[in-house]
């Protein structure tokens, strides 16, 4: 008898570890790699996500991401590639977490949860000094061609048929990054390129002959984005960012990198 409630009581330990297990007792057991925080990216984003000479990454995501896993007993891994595929590897399964300037949309909604907001960037215009064709933010529905990075909101804006406030997708043309769509102004294949302000800050910087027009094209507010459904690693996620925000962790992230005035 006494070793047939022995072996009961070692199956109910067994029962309920597994049920622990699988309720998710901590962040390790949420994410795609245990111990780990993947989060996927294109480094192509000034002062947001950059490749460092080394070969690392930089930028105000990236250090928040890693003060996130930092709270989160987790080891940050950042995964680089393409804007578009950014987004669909939190939406497949393949990272936990996509950081790369990301604005919360109705289309986006769709398909991923977000958290809270934790930088607002701004959609502006480049164009050549003198450029013959945008000299406002008005001469965009009649310029020839509007250059954007694939998969951005600026390129959904501008997409937007006239009727819905944008100029129809015959004069947008995607480029992979915001860097091959300022050379293709460069080259003369566009008018201009709407993309987000801080990347446009330093690609005006390294590009004598380009500048930034007045007149805002967009405001928003950049969130994180969470596999759809991953409830528990969204609020995990959203509750590290907010007292990363409350004690001024962010901010001093963001002033490092970004300099008003």
Partial sequence: MKKILTALLALLALVMALSLSACGGGSGDLTVEKGKLHMSTNAEFPPYEMVKGDGGFEGIDVEVAGLIAEKLGLELVVDDMGFTAALEAVQNGRSDIAMAGITVNEDRLANMDFTDSYATGVQVVIIKADSPAVQSIDDLASAALIGTQEGTTGYIYCSYPPEEGGYGEDHVVAYETGAVAVQALLAGQVDCVVIDNQPAQEYVKANP?????????????????????????????????????????????????????
């Fill in 209 to 261: 002959g380009l500048e930034i027009l007045d007149t805002e094209f967009a405001v928003e507010d950049y969130a994180i984005a969470v596999k759809k459904g991953n409830t528990q690693l969204l609020e995990q996620v959203n509750k590290a960012l907010g007292e990363l925000i409350a004690d001024g962790s962010v901010q001093k992230v963001v002033d490092k990198y970004i300099t008003v005035g």
